[in-house]
């Protein structure tokens, strides 16, 4: 059976890159990898759909164990794949999705260096601004923060496959949508291919 996509999507809270994962996994065949977390539960939120979520001696447990594909601590809590559920899924064939920040992208990178990585980047930072405020949940001390943060992670997106600006919803979910339809493609059997065309 072909192994699996491993696809890495990050990009900076407020960029959007939420709204449009969901409008890809709608349209293409996707296994999205559930990331396990330390943080509390937020309202609305669901264990085992949103993150595996876990205390911070089990997921330590879990490190030791080299049962985690990448982790960070952000915040104070630690956020991390665990590794063990992404392998299953690439081996049964599925394209796993991995939503994660950049140094876990980093990370993977290192450990399966045929993920695709694909940072989803706002069109300024200006604008990121006026949708994390437009959201009305935090104050003006935590917006400065996730923008300072947004900053250098953009930085960072020079070492991603693909950087892909989410100024336009429709445009962007295309964008994300061609990648990966072109990353199965370019990794299907090529040997199986030729063979096919070959003795067909």
């Known amino acids: 059976m072909k192994k699996g996509l491993l ?7 407020g960029c959007g890159k939420g709204t449009v994962l969901g409008d890809i996994t709608r349209e293409l065949e996707l ?3 559930v990331s396990a ?6 309202e609305g939120e669901i264990d085992g759909v949103n993150y595996h979520y876990m205390s911070k001696e089990s997921f330590e447990k879990l490190i030791a164990e080299d049962k985690v594909l990448e982790y960070t601590e952000y915040c104070g809590n630690y956020y991390g794949t665990l590794r063990e559920e992404v392998e299953n899924r690439r081996n049964q064939g599925q394209d796993v999705l991995l939503e994660i920040e950049v140094v876990g992208a980093a990370n993977v990178k290192r450990l399966c260096p045929d993920a695709v990585l694909i940072f989803i980047a706002p069109p300024s930072v200006q604008e990121l601004e ?3 405020r437009k959201r009305g949940t ?6 400065a ?16 496959d693909y950087i892909i600006v ?4 429709e445009k962007a979910v295309n964008d994300v949508k061609s990648v990966i ?9 090529k040997e199986e291919i030729i063979s096919e065309v070959l003795n067909s």
């Open 37 to 42: 977390t330390t943080r509390s539960m937020r």
């Open 31 to 33: 296994s999205y990898s």
């Open 7 to 13: 696809i890495v999507v990050s990009g900076p809270s």
């Open 181 to 189: 339809i072109a990353e199965r493609i370019s990794a299907q059997n």
């Open 138 to 143: 935090e104050t003006d001390e935590v917006i």
């Open 145 to 160: 923060e996730r923008v300072s943060q947004a900053e250098r992670e953009i930085r960072c997106s020079s070492g991603y």
């Open 130 to 132: 006026r949708r994390l």
């Open 166 to 169: 989410n100024g336009e919803l």
